[in-house]
């Protein structure tokens, strides 16, 4: 049976059939049910995990036609435009990496000769 609630007719499964909906106290409260019902337990998924895939819809064909990897070209766009992206990049930041390799380098230089130079002023 079904229940008129004003134009909506809403079926209601309780305990194993469709009730009338006497003693109904909240107005969705078996919609889950019912749609089990209709859709039908899911018997591709094992049971701990039904609740994780319940939205996921199911395939509704085969799969005809796809890019095969050698005709997606994944790197072709990036090897193109490698050396320009290269001098932008290097444009911008540039002289700040130059100039702190050089101080870098200076001051290891540096530090290496005054270790070297106390070292030896040490001799007899």
Do not use: C, N
Request: net charge positive.
């Amino acid at each position: 049976e079904r229940q008129a609630i004003g134009a909506l007719v809403v079926p209601q499964y309780q305990g194993g059939r469709v009730s009338t909906g006497e003693g109904r106290r909240k107005m969705l409260s078996r919609t889950r049910t019912v749609m089990a019902m209709v859709k039908g337990p899911r018997y591709d998924v094992s049971p701990h995990m039904k609740t994780w895939w319940k939205g996921v819809r199911p395939d509704e064909g085969q799969i005809t036609r796809h890019l095969s990897p050698f005709e997606q070209q994944v790197m072709m766009p990036w090897l193109k435009t490698w050396p320009k992206r290269a001098y932008v990049k290097f444009a911008d930041s540039g002289p700040y990496l130059v100039a702190t390799a050089i101080l870098v380098y200076g001051t290891a230089a540096w530090s290496d000769a005054a270790d070297a130079a106390q070292d030896r002023s040490y001799r007899y």
